[in-house]
């Protein structure tokens, strides 16, 4: 029997694509090791690393939490006594009446002068509250300050507030109370 040169023989060894990669084929058993211990230095580096991080985003959230806690409080409290100062500007008005309707024989000219200061102290609470007195006579209408109870013919221009039934109040720009007036119409237009 003949055998094919291309055929190995039984005990001859095989070649393998590792046979042919040379010597620097597989790495050393000691160089393995060193880049396992490489890794698991890496690994040792990362999770301390990813444990400070946790640390840190746990002590950012608490610190969030109380600083959004503080300022539910803060709001609470300032709803609680938002009235608080403008209250206390209002204790001497109340005392000055008190005052005046304790008096038994209180002429009429006491009583007016009484008034007069106690309205003097009043409208300077509303000034440190910033309430400001809308009285719009002579006015343009205006229908997010005012209230329009009926409308009249006038020589005012039409539109034009001819007369205040109530003032209205303002607090910080915002309506606290329309006036209620009466706006002039044309002498042409039909009621």
């Known amino acids: 029997m003949k055998r094919h040169q291309n055929t190995p023989d039984a005990g001859a060894p095989v070649a393998t694509e590792d046979q042919g990669a040379g010597p620097d084929a597989h790495a050393n058993p000691v160089e393995v090791g060193g880049a396992a211990d490489d890794i698991a230095a890496q690994l040792i580096k990362v999770e301390a690393e990813a444990a400070e991080l946790k640390d840190a985003f746990l002590r ?3 610190e969030t939490d109380n600083v959004r806690k503080q300022a539910e409080a803060s709001v609470a409290k300032a709803h609680k006594y938002a009235v608080e100062r403008f209250a206390e500007d209002l204790l001497p008005v109340k005392d000055a009446l008190e005052q005046t309707l304790a008096g038994a024989d209180v002429s009429l000219e006491a009583l007016r002068s009484g008034a007069a200061l106690t309205l003097k102290a009043l409208q300077a609470s509303f000034d440190r509250a910033q309430v400001i007195e809308i009285n719009p006579v002579g006015e343009k209408y205006d229908p997010h300050r005012h209230q329009a109870m009926q409308m009249v013919e006038s020589e005012q221009p039409p539109n034009t507030v001819v007369d205040v039934f109530q003032k209205g109040y303002l607090i910080n720009d915002r309506v606290l109370r329309p006036a209620l007036v009466t706006v ?7 009621a």
């Open 184 to 190: 002039a119409r044309s002498k042409d237009e039909s």
């Open 60 to 62: 950012a959230k608490a």
